[in-house]
């Protein structure tokens, strides 16, 4: 929640407006809590009717808004103009990067480095003094662009996709009487706009006139219903009629919250079908898609696999700064005992001085050495080059760290629509007399394969064509499923609605109260017995089946519907569909005499068609239609679950349902205590959220910053998790609840979502994923990776390649380690001995940054294999070096001292010998590289010091050379 210093300055116009903000929030409010018809009480008690709610905000229901005023409007409504998401500049990416602790240990010590190099160089050699302690901020700066810039490309390429999604938002409103064409952020309260089919809602609003208007709110609500929406003088009516027929039946159904039609439209939900007109009440930050927004500004957690680097950074800082204090202490001692034993005639106090910043150097020299400069770009190169690849599994990867983050993770909470389902409703069984399951990779169906009698056929195909709309490719979910199926059948439904069903005002559509859809055919082929016209119904089959009193059989034979068969059509057929999660739709027809009437109006029946003519139907079939799972999905979970990721089904769907699809899935192989829970249940039993901070519960008035969430009852949570594998009749804040307990425990937890609603859940996971195609631009711009495809299995890919890179970069880190492990102990014990390290910063750089960056490449083109899957995940808690790399590092470790150190004190004897001298003398032999003392007493110097016909010596040219061939062996192995 945001504090008062946030909120948008607005100005009171009262005396302009009739109407505050806070009150039209109320009125969505009420909406969104509704149980029956508080939406409608409350524009009655506040306003009287929608006229005069539009006269308050200074807009007419016939011309829309009119004059000039907006700039009032926003002064005190608010703006619809969506801030655009913070963009980090190159610059701010760079300083993110920056703070790493191995970085910042460089820098300080390059620092230091360049000071002393430069006091005490002499004078010809002062230009170049700052050349190793710039090498070493070179490599930090390399480091750092290199990782600021991968992140501004992914910032960059995002913003392009949501550029293009915004660009499509145009919308029609009605001002001074005339259309126009406006964008999102223009949308003013109390501006009329246009509904248009597929339309997403840019601000929250009321419907002031409409035919057919539904909407699909599921990115609000979690809920895959179509909603009714009519205008408020028709939804009193309804309330009217409901309230009626409870005086006059007292077994009349239990109230439920769309039991009658609202006129409140929800920002970010869209419409499914209708046209006509709302006005916006609602805008901006208050608006509910707004509040969504809101909450994405949560500040970005430090990932497992950084705390681990950070945690080994800490340890090799600690473990080069303690090697320095024990050099310096070596060395000043040393110093001290022998210019005491010689009595001080060393020199004077500039040399002493100068030899002490000699030490102090060597020092700063051993804590650079320590640090593995190369890692974080290794790191960088193996997720940039992931991220590349996973692009083809269809990951797009917003924010890299993401990736490595998936390899830990062992909790999966994924949606059920268009993840673990196609999104795609099919007919799967149907009762035509008898059962018969459909095959849905078949491409063609012969209808007589399932139906064998022509008229009972012909009866199905007119029944199904004529009493749905739309096409296979435009229609609502359920009547896409029946089309489809009549394609495959090889049925020209378009053409069959073109014989029979030339007047369009003898179809009454499907309404929640009648739970049916009906139409009347007045051009029929058989009419010897007198009927004129014939009726299909399509309903929820208890309801068309409870007015049904015949059957066709398999036969096509018209039977009587006896109260046995009719027992088993309930029970083991309608039952049975719904025990296996499918939505079941009855279809039946009554042909009609001229005398038997048929159409009505309103007052005589529901929706224009006879409650008496609705009577003695003859039942066609019974389908079964459910949202096919994805082929690969029971398989990707079972790889999750050997992989030691637990997958959750988070649904709106019912417990039933939810359980069918979750068994069909593999997410629950046996039900257990508490396996299956209803949101309402599962909220109820841990207690909700509360912040830490204030105590209070969540959302509390703490600023954002400070906002500490945690689950009020931990015990009952923790009970729960072990076996809570699929949560039915989710809404938003039980899945937020569930992805918060569950980091709690200590888990890595990945979350996957589509809706508005989903936002504040996949922002709170380790790992977000968002719906690449049915993704609201929300859910995307709160998530880290996209799934282009929609696909459950391309998750399991994301957790390969998590697995793959934090394998990788162990490898790297090994590497590393074995280098800088071999390089320390010689500066250390180099030092001691000799006063100088044989090795220098500056080869070492070359060492970590070009050797390692070509060998992280190289690791980092390997794809990953299902063999990763074959293991656990790590652990939040697990060191990043494993006992199996420590015997590594000591191995690697022993073998390449022994070498450095021989080639270090025997290597005069033992390089192949050449002229080192003047090109005068006959002298053939190597002489030493290292700094000594002639008689023990003097500084220690180099060997060239001594002697000013000798060249640079080859000694420690040799040494680093046979460093370096020990790495590529190290590397190989």
Known sequence: MSSPDDEPQTHNHMGYFGVEPSTLIDLVEAYRNRKFVEDLTYVEEKFSDVEKLADKLKSSLDHGLEGNDFQKRDEHFGSNEKEPPPRKGIC????????????????????????????????DERPIAWVEGGAILFAVAVVTGVTAWNDYQKEKQFMKLTEYSDSKNNFTVLRNGVQEEINFDDIKVGDLVAIRTGMNIPADAILIRGTGVTSDESAMTGESIELKKEPIEQCKM????????????????????????????????????????????VVGKESCVGKIYAKLSQEIETTPLQLKLNKIATDIGYLGMFSAAITLIVLFGRFFIEQSLDGWDGGDIGDYLEEWFEYILIAVTIVVVAVP?????????????????????QNFVKRLSSCEIMGGANNICSDKTGTLTKNEMTVKEMWVGGLQSLD?????????????????????????????????????????????MLDKFGCDYQDLRGQHCKDPLTRFQFTSRRKKMSTVLTEIDDNEFGYDKRLHIKGAAEYVLANCTHYLNEQGERVELDPTTKNHLIKDVIKGFAEGALRTICCAYRDLKPEDGGLAHDEDGEDGVSKVVETFLTCICILGIRDVIRPEVPDAVEKCQNAGIRVRMVTGDNQDTALA????????????????????????????LYCQNC?????????????KEAVKNKK????????????????????????????????????????????????????????????????????????????FASIVQACMWGRNIYDNIRRFLQFQLSVNIVALTTAFIGSCILRESPLQPIQLLWVNLIMDSLGSLAEATERPTEKLLNRPPQSRDDYIISHKMVKHLIIMGTYQSIVVFVLIFLGEFLIPEDSDYHPNTDGKYVYPGRAYSWDGKDLYRKFTEFDDDKGPSRHYTVVFNAFVFMQIFNMIC
């Not at 190369?374 to 083809?392: D, F, N, T």
């Not at 039900?671 to 207690?687: A, C, L, N, W």
């Not at 105590?695 to 906002?707: A, G, I, R």
């Not at 594998?725 to 809404?731: D, E, F, I, Y």
């Open 716 to 791: 009952e949570f923790a009970k729960i998790h072990e076996n809570l594998s699929v949560l039915a009749r989710s809404r938003p804040e039980d899945k937020y609840l569930l992805v918060t307990g569950i980091k709690e425990m200590g888990d890595v937890v990945a979350v996957t979502g589509d809706g508005t609603n989903d936002a504040p859940a996949l922002k709170k996971a380790d790992v977000g994923f968002a719906m690449g195609i049915t993704g609201t631009d929300v859910a995307k711009h709160a998530a880290d990776i996209i799934l282009l495809d929609d696909n």
């Open 238 to 281: 309804r309330l009217e009629e409901k309230q009626e027929e409870e005086k006059f039946h007292s077994d009349a159904p239990e109230r439920t919250n769309h039991d009658i039609p609202s006129p409140i439209l929800l920002s970010g939900t869209q419409i499914e079908t209708g046209e006509g007109w709302f006005m916006v009440v």
């Open 661 to 688: 699809i979750a068994k069909e899935c593999n997410i629950i192989a046996e039900e257990k205590e508490d396996s299956i829970m209803t949101g309402p249940q599962f909220y109820e039993r841990v207690g909700g």
């Open 440 to 484: 849905n990779e078949q491409k063609e169906y012969t209808i007589g394969d399932y139906i064998r009698d022509k008229k009972h056929a012909d009866l199905f195909l007119q029944g199904l064509s004529c009493n749905t709309s739309g096409t296979s490719k435009e229609a609502n979910a359920t009547e896409k499923a029946i089309l489809k």
């Open 92 to 123: 701010k990416l760079f300083l993110e990067a920056l703070d790493d602790l191995m970085l910042k240990i460089l820098i300080v010590s390059a620092i230091i480095s360049i000071i002393i190099s430069m006091i005490f160089a002499d004078d």
């Open 695 to 707: 105590n209070e519960d969540s959302p509390c008035k703490c600023p954002e910053k400070k906002v």
């Open 373 to 393: 400069e190369g890692l974080p770009l290794a790191v960088m190169i193996a997720l940039a080059y992931s991220v590349r690849k996973m692009l083809k599994d």
